[in-house]
């Protein structure tokens, strides 16, 4: 796997394991599983979802070290219409989640969080946590980048 998909996953996997989302997040009405996604994943992304991607290219900081600054952004778009679970107060929603989304990305555990929820990777530390807020006709989008300092390997301790 490389490393951005490792990033990608335990950033899904971390969020996926909190318990407290809005039932907007669900699959579907009577489900357990929330539309949290890995950003390369071949699932389908419809109706409020959290999508985990690395953006752009790795710098490898020190040259020749294996470690490496990635840019990692976390969104939650929720569509303005009415979703397949015929929720049409969207913005409380998006809010509900928003409002959840925001002490996760912001918790100075979030290195140990995200290195906990993924194989061979360690993360060393992260920087620049800057806040995205968009609103289009068709959704609304808020969420998190931030830079991670991160090596592919788990490290020994």
Known sequence: MELAEKIESAAAT????INTWPDSLLTAPDATTYRIFAGEAETEKTGQS???YCNGDFT???PCSGNFWA???IELKT???IDATGLTDQLTAHQAAATILEPLIMAATLPASLEANASDLTVQGLIDRQPIRERTAEY???GFNFNLYC???ALPA
């Open 79 to 81: 569509p303005v219409s």
């Open 60 to 62: 490898e900081y020190p």
């Open 151 to 153: 090596c592919s390997r």
């Open 71 to 73: 840019d990692v952004v």
């Open 14 to 17: 971390y969020l996926a394991s």
């Open 140 to 142: 609304w989008l808020t």
């Open 50 to 52: 959290i999508i985990c």
